[in-house]
């Protein structure tokens, strides 16, 4: 059985080498903000703009590798039922809730769940850099560079599958932002093969 990540919550949990990382969203157009740093050195974390330059697109899935800041490999897609998975945005936050909801009470979101999580590994918030934003779907306008959020393309049960090229610490939420969910909060489900 895959473990459950309730809604709007999240976890942190080590991957080993070798080992495959499934992400499954259990009943469609939910999103799951996805960090992996190395075990051995919690410095070492994936980067967005390193692996953009070295993919050649924003647009990541089936054989796209996720690179580090110091450019290694820590992970891998290796199945991808969905197709579409955003690396550009920032967690969502307790900031992300105020500055563009409105929100006087903000949840502290996939950013606060995810410092709260790590903090056994000895990652700070200063730390945490843009996520790996698996099923959320952000079209870009090639000519303007216009963003928008979309609601995510995957259907009940779709899964993406990550292999780690290195002893990994993962943190991997159930996304707390109404917009990258298409107005509701879901559960995510995991499992480590
Ligand atoms: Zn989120």
Not at 7 to 19: D, E, S
Request: proline share 6%; charged share 20%.
């Amino acid at each position: 059985m895959p473990h459950e990540i309730p809604p709007r919550t999240g976890v942190a949990f080590t991957l080993g080498k070798g080992q495959r990382l499934v992400v499954i969203d259990p009943r469609g157009e939910q999103v799951a903000d996805l960090l992996a740093y190395n075990r051995t050195d919690v410095g070492e974390v994936i980067s967005a703009s390193r692996t953009f330059d070295y993919a050649n697109k924003i647009y990541l899935s089936t054989g796209d590798k996720i690179y580090s800041n110091r450019s290694n490999i820590l992970l891998e897609i290796v199945e991808d039922e969905v197709g579409r998975h955003d690396f550009l945005l920032t967690p969502c936050s307790k900031d992300t809730f105020r500055i563009i909801y409105g929100d006087t009470d903000p949840h502290r979101g996939c950013f606060g769940n995810l410092a709260a999580a790590l903090v056994p590994y000895g990652i700070t918030q200063d730390m945490i850099p843009t996520a790996f934003n698996v099923f959320m779907n952000v079209p870009v306008d090639g000519e303007t560079g216009a963003i928008r959020v979309e609601p995510p393309r995957s259907k009940a049960g779709d899964k993406t599958v990550f292999v780690a090229h290195a002893d990994l610490v993962i943190g991997l939420t159930a996304c707390s932002a109404l917009q990258s969910n298409n107005g509701s909060f879901k559960p995510i489900h995991y499992s480590i093969e």
